[in-house]
C-alpha cells in the first residue's frame, strides 16, 4: 500500500521547537522529491519546505527559511522537518507530499506532488 504518515505534531510553546517525520511505504520513495506544506483553519495550504531525492536540494518558504531545516534518511525512508523558534503563526496542520518533479519552483505547488499523508496538528501557544 502506498501511503506516507506524518509524526511528531503536538502542542508547543511560542519559541520551542518540534521534529516532524515522514514516513513513506509502498512506494519507490527514495526517486522523489518530498515536500512539507501546512494548512491552518480558514486558509489555503501552503509550502514549507522541499527536498530533492538525493537530499542535495532543498527549497523553502521565506517565512520559515531560517527557523525550519527539511532532511532525509534514505535508510529508514523517512523525511524530517525540524522547527525551531516556532511562533503563533506556525500553527496549522502540517502534510508532506511526495512528487517525482525535481525540486524548484514547480514543487512549490501543491499540485506537483503526487502522493499525500494524512496530516499531523502543530500547536504553538502564545
Known amino acids: 500500500q502506498v501511503q506516507l504518515v506524518e509524526s511528531g505534531g503536538g502542542l508547543v510553546q511560542a519559541g520551542g521547537s518540534l521534529r516532524l517525520s515522514c514516513a513513506a511505504s509502498?512506494?519507490?520513495?527514495?526517486?522523489?522529491?518530498v515536500g512539507w506544506f501546512r494548512q491552518a483553519p480558514g486558509k489555503e495550504r501552503e509550502f514549507v519546505a522541499t527536498?530533492?531525492?538525493?537530499?542535495?536540494?532543498?527549497l523553502y518558504a521565506d517565512s520559515v527559511k531560517v527557523r525550519f531545516a527539511i532532511s532525509r534518511d534514505k535508510t529508514k525512508n523517512t523525511v524530517y522537518l525540524q522547527m525551531n523558534s516556532l511562533k503563533a503563526e506556525d500553527t496549522a496542520v502540517y502534510y508532506c507530499?511526495?512528487?517525482?518533479?525535481?525540486?524548484?519552483?514547480?514543487?512549490?505547488?501543491?499540485?506537483?506532488?503526487?502522493?499525500w499523508g494524512q496530516g499531523t496538528q502543530v500547536t504553538v501557544s502564545s
Open positions: 527536498i530533492s531525492w538525493s537530499g542535495g536540494s532543498t
Open positions: 509502498g512506494f519507490t520513495f527514495s526517486s522523489y522529491s
Open positions: 507530499a511526495a512528487s517525482l518533479w525535481p525540486v524548484g519552483s514547480g514543487t512549490q505547488r501543491a499540485s506537483a506532488y503526487e502522493i
